[in-house]
């Protein structure tokens, strides 16, 4: 600038002097967006005031000083650091710290808050319909009630370039949130969704939604399916994802137990208390919110019992079990399921059909295994319910002491089981078969053994040994346990000997069996 003088205040000199004048500049702050971010830091906050480009700011977060460069005069960007302290359970999930810029003694005082980061641990439905609408709830902790709590949708198929939107949400706990759902999203495939307390740093759970075509019903049977004193109904048609914890079938207003064959997504099953011939309608849903149109089903409660004999056998399979219903006398082929195997089926006479058992798909175990046991005549699904059928442990018998006695039992026979008791199996009801009598068994878990009092015989032979435990045989012994006549000693000679042993003793009786005779 330049400067002149004047005496009167009218006149003044025309010497033009230039004058240069510095002014000192003073940075200033006046609000930080976002104002909160995670304990573990790097949330990138914008301050915003007046500052000189070019220069380097340093910025107080509580005790903690961070360093930026000024790039606009209006603001600078800075990284929050992480929180030197811990939050007191008292004050909950947020703990506030002053924040300014050092060096200064005026301006806005403003501060930070410090959370807790969010996590999201579910998302429900986990499923969503093609063009579906309704919002989902995300499950997890660490949700505050903020206005910049945001839920974004990330799409890796989006064809934009811009693989996430953000949507409404809405805060319920610190444990739920409501996230609406973007329209254009609604299309085949799987969706992630993340949560941000401040609109800026989001959870990285990788938790999302599926979307897949809505379920279509195309046939609806319920003559042929029946469970102890349930009717059933079987629906065919596509796009069936019942292995979801959402899938839901509804009779009317009744959410209906399902069974599904997984191997097709075509076909499920369902059962309900019908008791005589009425009319309902029947939709399904893969999330338990956007069900499939609602047909018309008229239920049939004429069912038939199907039962099965016997109701368990050995994990190794190979068990004759007989299935009852008068489905048998239909000149069809029929085969047995036992789960998800199905085995060859025999015609036994009247409403009677033999299966054989299979090895365990569940394999070897200790415990038993339990699956449902039916009637088909397709191997698509199963027509009959008849129960269920256990696989239980197969222990085997590695040794029978003794393996004789008397034709007046009475003996103690003790068999050594070839694999090991557990907890469970000790507290089953344990027996002993030696030919046709069934004697009780005591287990001794400790050495893995029966204990069982030998019945009496009326003859000398060889018998069939075998372990029951909750009437399933689950060890056999073919020729384990030889019944004799009582051994009579009349003498024995010489009657005394030294004391370094070797005497050679002579004994007569009756009934001595050379091949099995043991002598103390």
Partial sequence: MTIEISNNGASYTTNSRALQVAVAHRDCAARLLPSYGSM???????????????SQVNVAFGAVVVACSVENEHWVNIRSPPANFAIPQSKGQAELVSVRIQGTVDGTLMSFEYYVAPVVEQVIPSLLSAGASAPVKVVGKGFLDTVQLTCVWLDSRSEDGIPETRSDTIWKSSSVVQCAVPPQMAQDGSIGLEVSNNGVDFTTSGIGVIYHPSPTIYEISSSS??????????????????ESHEFT??????RCPVDFLRSSRKIVYCYFAGKGPANATVQISNNGVDFSTAESL??????????????????????GVVLQHSAVDVAVQLTCRFGDVIVPGR???????????????????????????????THLFPLYRCGQYGFVPHYGIAAVT???????????????????????????????RFGSEIV?????????????????STHSHLTLLEVLLDSTVVGRAETAYFYHDAIGTKAIAPSQGTVQGGTLLSLTGTNFDIDRLNME
């Fill in 40 to 54: 573990a830091g790097g949330t990138l906050v914008t301050m915003k005031g007046c500052f000189q480009v070019g």
């Fill in 225 to 242: 399916v029946d469970r102890g004193n349930l009717a059933g109904v079987i629906l065919r048609g596509e796009h069936f994802r019942a």
């Fill in 249 to 254: 079938v509804l009779i009317g207003s009744s």
């Fill in 298 to 319: 008229v239920i049939d409660g004429s069912m038939e019992t199907c039962t099965a004999e016997p109701s368990a056998g050995p994990q190794t399979g190979g068990t």
């Fill in 347 to 377: 015609r036994l006479g009247a409403k009677r059909l033999l299966c054989t058992s299979p090895y365990s798909f569940g394999g070897i175990s200790s415990t038993t295994h339990w699956v449902d046991v039916s009637i088909s005549r």
């Fill in 402 to 432: 003794p393996s004789l006695g008397s034709l007046l039992g009475g003996n103690t026979v003790i068999i050594h089981l070839a694999a090991e008791m557990t907890v469970s199996t000790f507290a089953g009801t344990w027996a002993c």
């Fill in 440 to 456: 009780v068994g005591f287990p001794s878990p400790y050495y893995w053994t029966i204990h069982c009092q030998a019945p009496g």
